[in-house]
């Protein structure tokens, strides 16, 4: 059975860094892809990260130079390190497997960031 679990998330103040994990299962990690979502309030799911098989990153351009993407396949983990984080920044995050502009896997229940002073 595919797990993913996502935390991490916090109530940060703008500037501040948080990091976010997201553990899978059930899934050969190794072999996919992975790739960090955010969906706030009253807005459609967007793609912040991904990083590739073989370790190649994409980012958005809102969050690129402040969010970095990485993997740890020993662990079965995807990472999100942010920084410089911005009330914009405020959504639930999510982690999955990217197809084209569809995901692999049934979401997991995400972590909450709140940015805000």
């Known amino acids: 059975q595919v797990q993913l679990v996502e935390s991490g998330g916090g109530l940060v103040q703008p500037g501040g860094s948080l990091r976010l994990s997201c553990a899978a299962t059930?899934?050969?990690?190794?072999?996919?892809?992975m790739a960090w979502y955010r969906q706030a309030p009253g807005k459609q799911r967007e793609l912040v990260a991904s990083?590739?098989?073989?370790?190649?990153?994409t980012y958005a351009t809102s969050v690129r130079a402040r969010f970095t993407i990485s993997r740890d396949n020993a662990k079965n983990t995807v990472y999100l390190q942010m920084n410089s984080l911005k009330p914009e920044d405020t959504a639930v995050y999510y982690c999955?497997?990217?197809?084209?502009?569809?995901?692999?896997?049934?979401w997991g229940q995400g972590t909450q960031v709140t940015v805000s002073s």
């Open positions: 999955n497997s990217p197809l084209g502009t569809l995901v692999l896997f049934a």
């Open positions: 059930g899934i050969s990690f190794s072999a996919n892809g």
């Open positions: 990083v590739r098989t073989d370790g190649t990153t």
